[in-house]
């Protein structure tokens, strides 16, 4: 009978383990444990981004989603322990920015708002673009972003400058992209008021009576897509006219002209107001003055007069003479 005898039967055997397969998001820690462990047994981690770590179980944190391989090495210190490796696949998911389109604002129309939201990722290292939509007909407009890439989250803030044509309420909506495809969004409500046109008049007029006059005056209006109508009080006791108005609805200000003719009877000075009101109801108003006057004689065909120095029209007088 032979009997053998091994020198290392008390060896412990220990083949390392890697523990399977691992998930996880972005940003968030994933605990790594080796299926395999014993006294005499040294664990190390190759995390597979750069990172070692010792030990039966390791805690790591990846910034960069992507897919990963975790390489544990078991050494059984004892005499003729071995030394083993296992790999375990890391799937990293990507995580999308969270994103803060700003408080909720009331503003007028035409004014230029600067609107500035916010963003935080777990990614901290990824990259970041963003674009604004306003609510209203105008294209997005891409946000300037700065950011910040420090652990344990990359937080930055989207800038830009805006400005609405008519009053209404409106959402916007700021759109944050990280370098991985990651989408997120926040809407914020913007209400903008109606602003009055503002008009001119024009400066102060002479008319003869029974004779057309021509009034023109124009208006702005920082609403640049209202539309307007006009209409004239020409300050006689006569009903207000409805007059013409030609503009342009176009940014940054709406302008226009008002045109109306008229015919004074009397003489006389008097107020006139030209009135502008907007679709929305807004009424902006201008006054000037028109005098009413005439010519002493204006008709001087009509009748004549002898003097020493010869005859001249009614009512004229003739220039300084010398008579024989």
């Known amino acids: 009978m032979i009997k053998i005898t091994s020198i290392f039967e008390n060896t412990a055997i220990v083949p390392a383990d890697a523990g399977g397969q691992y998930k996880v998001a972005q940003g968030v820690p994933v605990t790594f ?25 390791a805690t790591h944190t990846y910034p960069v989603p992507g897919f990963y391989i975790a390489k544990l090495t078991t050494v059984v210190n004892q005499p003729g322990g071995a030394r083993t ?7 990293v998911e990507n995580v ?7 408080p909720d604002l009331t503003v007028k129309e035409g004014d230029t708002v600067t609107l500035t939201g916010s963003f935080t990722d777990p990614g901290w290292l990824d990259t970041h673009t963003a ?45 944050v992209r990280d370098n991985h495809g990651g989408v997120g969004q926040d ?29 023109e005056g ?34 940054p200000i709406g302008t226009g002209s008002v045109v109306v003719s008229h015919i004074y009877h009397h003489l006389g000075c008097y107020c006139t107001v030209c009135t502008v009101t907007d679709d929305d ?22 009748g004549f007069h002898g003097t020493l120095a010869g005859s001249i029209a009614n009512e004229w007088e003739g220039f300084a003479a010398t008579i024989a």
């Open 96 to 102: 999308a920015p969270k994103v803060n389109a700003g």
């Open 131 to 175: 674009e604004w939509f306003w609510g209203d007909n105008d294209p997005a407009t891409p946000g300037a972003v700065v950011e910040q890439h420090k652990p344990p989250a990359g937080v930055g803030t989207v800038i830009a400058n805006h400005a609405w044509g008519d009053n209404g309420k409106y959402t916007v909506v700021l759109s």
């Open 187 to 215: 809407k914020a409500q913007v209400t903008v008021l109606n602003v009055p046109p503002t008009v001119d008049a024009g400066p102060p007029m002479f008319a003869y009576p029974g004779k057309v006059i021509t009034l």
């Open 33 to 57: 444990k080796a299926g395999n462990t014993h006294a005499a047994a040294a664990h190390d981690w190759d995390l597979g981004d750069g990172t070692a770590a010792a030990g039966p179980s």
């Open 85 to 91: 490796r296992d790999f375990a696949a890391v799937y």
């Open 281 to 302: 109801g807004g009424v902006g108003f201008a006054g000037k003055t028109v005098r009413v006057v005439d010519v002493r004689n204006a008709r001087f065909e009509d």
């Open 218 to 251: 124009t208006f702005t209006d920082p609403g640049w897509l209202d539309s307007h109508v006009a209409t004239w009080d020409f300050g006689d006791g006569g009903p207000p006219a409805t007059a013409t108005v030609t503009e342009k609805n176009l940014p």
